[in-house]
């Protein structure tokens, strides 16, 4: 392994150093861990787990910044990051109800790059690149293409589409990690949409605040700042992510006048109890980030291991639910197949009718009636 970076992680072990290099996003990138020697070493794996994990990695990389492998107790095979971004054996067994595009972004990609599935919004993908390969996310099935960012064609094509589809108001820019792009890249991009007079708000999906927040740097939110209104959704899936760092990522951005939301997705043994997503959202919280959507994580290839059952996520809703503050309390969505949308779901409140009185279940359990009028 890298020398320097192993230094730097032992540094990290400690309370972390003021390397420059450390805080430079670009040596975090390039120092990304993505070897299975390098991982077996820092791992200890023996020689059978580096077999495995080859034939994991043939099918879906592996990437994890210097930054989001030092989160990681090296001594805990459980630990909640780790579960997150090294490969795991169970990703390639044979699994018949997953499937690797399950939302059907492919036939509803319009152009490369553009997918236009509701009237007023599209999604725009710059890159297939991420700083970190998170083992459950929904496009995995990028990962084994061969590493691409848009070119300035397709982007001509993408800002043309747009202009011509005068419903389009919201346009989410995602990835991939967009924010891997350098910052006169991201600008290009952010002048031709804002060229585009009936765009009226461009949302970015970014993991960088968690996994890699030296790149929310002073001379991306000061470029951001122009382009606004901008509203950012980033993906903290566990308390421990919550880190001097990446809190002052996010003051960062809200501070340039950006609302940061939290996407999370619940996840099997990572965050899938009352206690742990109370944790997460009231930290959360704290930072100034607002707990937006806990999604069900989607029935995609490689992820069985890490999905829970519906109920799991409608009990974490009714553990939070009035026990904490309701900004505190995301919504449950599933992302329906094939375009379907998503859809919100929580614990049942309603419990009947009674005469003019509508029966309810209060957050402790009781039951009690409630007038409703008649329209
Ligand atoms: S950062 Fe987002 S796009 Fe990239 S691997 Fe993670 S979930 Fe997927």
Redesign the pocket.
Known sequence: MNTKLQELLLEYDEPPGNSSQWNDWRWQLKNALSNIEDLAEIFSFSKEEVEGLKRVIAKYPFSITPYYLALIDRKDPRDPVRLQCLPFLEEVAQHSRLEDDPLGEEEDTVIPGLVHRYPDRVLLTLTNI?P???R?????REWRKTKWVRRPEELEEIYRYISLHKGIRDVIIS???PLILSTAKIESIFRNLRNIPHVEIIRIGT?CPV?LPQRIDEELVSMLKKYRPIWLNT?FNHPREVTKESAEACDKILCAGIPVNNQAVLLKGINDSVEIMTKLCQGLLKIGVRPYYLFQCDPVSGTAHLRTPIEKGLEIIKGMRGFTSGLCVPTFVVDGPKGQGKVPLQPDYIIGKEGENILLRGYKGEIFAYHNPET
């Open positions: 991420c970190v390969y998170c459950h996310c929904t496009r995995k990835g991939g990690e993991r996994v993906h």
